[in-house]
């Protein structure tokens, strides 16, 4: 019996033994992830991990090429599916991918110099060259740090929450790279640098691109890692039959795909769950249809839910999620700046905003990131914010990368009712006699030829200095008494001028920016103002008469503050512009002149009542001081436009300079409805009182002896605005449509 017992107890622990290394044998196995590229068709990636999130799935390692790589990446960062979802349905990925930067951004002489041209292409040694991508993908990379910031300490990506790595191509010798150390801002940038859409990204002095173009689903290299079970998301393009090939480009891109596709056909089967949403009816570019792709995603997924499911029954482990804080504000402490050559610290100090000891909030800083990067004088710009001892201060550390094109050709076409036709060729050169100033030429052909000149020195908080010389000049029938005097017998009978009127004016100012915002200049100028006519003949006398033909010489002070976010079709922000000239002196035509001054002031608020309706005022004034024989520098109103010459406004419901006066108070509003995106219906109306000393006889509190009434329609292209607008004044009863074609010069 002992025996029998002592068989039996071996035999039992025998078998618990056996069970023992069995269950030690079938461990938990590792669940790796492996997001293919796609640009747009990758928000499907966010539908996939939002199921894999919903049935607990741990995943152990992702894997992601391009926009794999990004969405894998915040993935692995400690995002769930969820949060990537409302975050990513939040970005403006027309600025994110086209490098546009809130207008803001940039300096007051960028914005004046920067809202007229429909074409820019570099153009050093007088060789037309076109740029190595149409964006550098900075937006891109502020987007990415800005959400990795929690992480941003983790340079070895598989100590991440989830370890993580993603695929990028040296450029130089076509090799495949895996990044998995480094600044994962900077690694996923490098991945998802599609050619010719975003520049290169250096890293390590290699120059990388996009890792789809060698290798666009990583799944060999995942399995490496030690993982038992991939699951593998594909939203790349399938091959089209003839009959979507009806286009050089469908070809061109089905031709290109070749690789991928073929490759994908064993990549696909070394994953154990492959998930393939339905993307047909979406492109690389389609991120305006990011929630429908997601949900595509989804839906995919839910196809494989079996699947998903014998995934999950394997594991013990569910992910827990520790829920990120994206930062909001932060203190810099120190500054330290590298790859600067030809500009100085306090230039880049200056553009990024940065005083240093003062905290911010994170939008600010991000809008000094942008100020620099606006100003087109740099490829790239990388930084990284280091955490000191003291919560929420940090060390900033940047290197920038000189752009080498310093010189530019821009194109611009226009139309309107008062300079009629003109095309522009505008040459701008950058550090053409000191490191960071910029000089720009704009030729402008057509019915009425002008030019415009402009260098700065950009010193940013410092004083700066600046010249502009422009011509400006155009023939139109305008009220007579801009160019005569009350008492003159020319004006009898006569109610229209037909009059050529030309503007010289030459500028030499110093500029203080304060408060971030505001610009203040002070300056003197020369200006030669000239007005003839054909119409009005007298006996004995030549065709032309003459006007004026004067050489005025001024001071004066000028303060900007405009952060409208818009120029053309602003749905925020405020606008002042404040002038004030002295006229010390005259000589030629005008042999009477005594000193004067001229002070006006325009400002504007516009806001939005939702993201379709928004509201644009404008409240205007101006008056003349001292002697009032000069008058052809008096204020005329009348028509619809912009860039009028000396003190020329618009007025809806009257002809151009149809109105004059030494004085003035004028106020618009303008509902701007904008039905489809770059569609805007408006609707306007004026008020104004004008009239000689309005503010001396206190008229200018009574109502308006002037209204008039707009109604018209606006599409953005990219040449500039196509309008056509109907304006009618109840006081005249007329009507006069005005059309524009382009962005004005």
């Known amino acids: 019996m002992k025996i029998k017992y002592l068989i039996l107890f071996i035999l039992l622990t025998a078998f618990l033994n056996v069970n023992a290394q069995d269950s030690i044998v079938k461990k938990e196995p590792k669940v790796g992830l492996v997001l293919s590229g796609g640009g747009a068709k990758g928000f499907a990636h966010i539908g996939v991990l939002k199921v894999i999130d919903s049935l607990g799935i741990k995943v152990d390692y992702v894997a992601g090429t391009s926009m794999g790589a990004i969405i894998g990446s915040l993935y692995a960062s400690g995002y769930s599916g969820k949060q990537l979802e409302v975050m990513f349905e939040a970005q403006n990925f027309d600025e994110l991918i086209n490098d546009s930067f809130p207008r803001g951004s940039k300096s007051f002489y960028e914005?004046?110099?920067a809202e007229k041209y429909a074409v820019t292409?570099?153009?050093?040694?007088?060789?037309?060259?076109?740029?190595?991508?149409?964006?550098?993908?900075?937006?891109?990379?502020n987007l990415l740090y800005h959400l990795m910031l929690p992480v941003d300490s983790t340079e070895d990506f598989s100590k991440l929450p989830i370890p993580f790595f993603c695929i990028a191509t040296d450029i130089e010798t076509g090799e495949s790279l895996v990044l998995e150390r480094g600044k994962l801002a900077e690694a996923v940038s490098a991945s998802a640098a599609l050619p010719s859409l975003f520049q290169p990204v250096i890293i390590d002095d290699r120059i990388l691109v996009d890792g789809g173009v060698t290798n666009n689903f990583p799944v060999e290299e995942l399995r490496a890692k030690g993982m038992d079970i991939i699951i593998g998301v594909d939203v790349q393009d399938g091959l089209k039959d003839r009959k979507l090939l009806k286009s050089a480009p469908d070809i061109l891109f089905q031709i290109s795909n070749f690789r991928t596709i073929n490759a994908m056909r064993t990549k696909s089967k070394l994953a154990d769950v492959i998930v393939?949403?339905?993307?047909?009816?979406?492109?690389?570019?389609?991120?305006?249809?990011?929630?429908?792709i997601i949900s595509n995603g989804e839906a995919a997924a839910r196809v494989q839910l079996l699947k998903l499911e014998e995934v999950k029954r394997q594991q013990v482990k569910t992910r827990e999620y520790k829920e990120l804080t994206v930062l909001d504000s932060l203190k810099i402490n120190k500054v330290s700046l590298d790859g600067n050559e030809?500009?100085?610290?306090?230039?880049?100090?200056?553009?990024?905003?940065?005083?240093?000891?003062?905290?911010?909030?994170?939008?600010?800083?991000k809008d000094g990131i942008s100020s620099l990067i606006a100003t087109n004088n740099f490829d790239t710009f990388r930084y990284h914010l280091e955490p000191t001892e003291n919560e929420g201060e940090y060390n900033f550390a940047g290197k920038v990368i000189e752009s080498q094109t310093s010189t530019f050709l821009r194109l611009g076409i226009h139309f309107d009712e008062l300079y009629k036709s003109a095309i522009l060729a505008n040459l701008t050169k950058k550090k053409l006699l000191f490191s960071n100033d910029i000089a720009s030429l704009d030729i402008i052909l057509g019915d009425n030829s002008r030019y415009n000149f402009d260098y700065f020195i950009d010193k940013g908080y410092y004083i700066s200095l600046g010249a502009k010389s422009r011509y400006n000049q155009?023939?139109?029938?305008?009220?007579?008494?801009?160019?005569?005097?009350?008492?003159?017998?020319?004006?009898?009978?006569?109610?229209?001028?037909?009059?050529?009127?030309?503007?010289?004016?030459?500028?030499?100012?110093?500029?203080?920016?304060?408060q971030k915002d505001f610009a203040l200049r002070l300056g003197g100028e020369h200006r030669r103002f000239k007005i003839t006519s054909e119409t009005i003949t007298e006996d004995d006398q030549s065709d032309r008469i003459t006007f004026d033909n004067t050489n005025y010489f001024s001071?004066?002070?000028?303060?900007?503050?405009?952060?409208?976010?818009?120029a053309h079709f602003p749905k925020s922000g405020f606008y002042v512009n404040a002038n004030f000239h002295l006229y010390l002196n005259a000589y030629g035509f005008n042999k009477d002149f005594n000193e004067f001054s001229i002070a006006k002031a325009d400002l504007g608020y516009a806001f939005s009542f939702n993201d379709k309706l928004a509201l644009k005022t404008e409240v205007n004034g101006g008056f003349k001081i001292g002697n009032k024989s000069t008058n052809t520098l008096d204020f005329a109103f009348g028509g619809y436009g912009a860039n009028f010459i000396s003190n020329f406004y618009s007025f809806y419901g009257y002809d151009f300079i149809s109105i004059i006066g030494n004085s003035f108070v004028k106020s618009t509003f303008t509902l701007d409805y904008e039905f489809h995106k770059g569609h805007h219906i408006l609707g306007a109306a004026n008020f104004a009182n004008i009239d000689d000393d309005l503010f001396e006889t206190g008229q200018f509190f009574s109502s308006p002896d002037y209204t008039g009434y707009a109604l018209g329609y606006s599409l953005e292209t990219f040449i500039g605005p196509l309008e056509g607008k109907y304006s009618y004044s109840p006081e005249t009863g007329n009507a006069y449509w005005y059309f524009n074609l382009g962005f004005w010069f």
Do not use: C, M, W
């Open 111 to 113: 914005r004046e110099n």
């Open 276 to 292: 393939k949403p339905d993307i047909t009816n979406y492109s690389v570019i389609s991120f305006n249809e990011g929630e429908n």
């Open 555 to 566: 001071v004066y002070g000028n303060l900007l503050y405009d952060d409208y976010d818009n």
């Open 474 to 514: 155009f023939r139109k029938s305008i009220s007579p008494s801009l160019a005569l005097d009350e008492d003159s017998p020319l004006l009898e009978g006569v109610n229209k001028l037909d009059a050529r009127a030309s503007d010289f004016t030459n500028q030499l100012f110093l500029q203080t920016i304060f």
């Open 121 to 141: 292409l570099p153009f050093d040694n007088f060789k037309i060259s076109l740029p190595s991508a149409l964006s550098r993908g900075q937006n891109v990379y």
């Open 342 to 365: 030809r500009y100085t610290r306090s230039y880049l100090i200056g553009k990024l905003k940065l005083k240093g000891n003062e905290k911010i909030s994170y939008k600010d800083f």
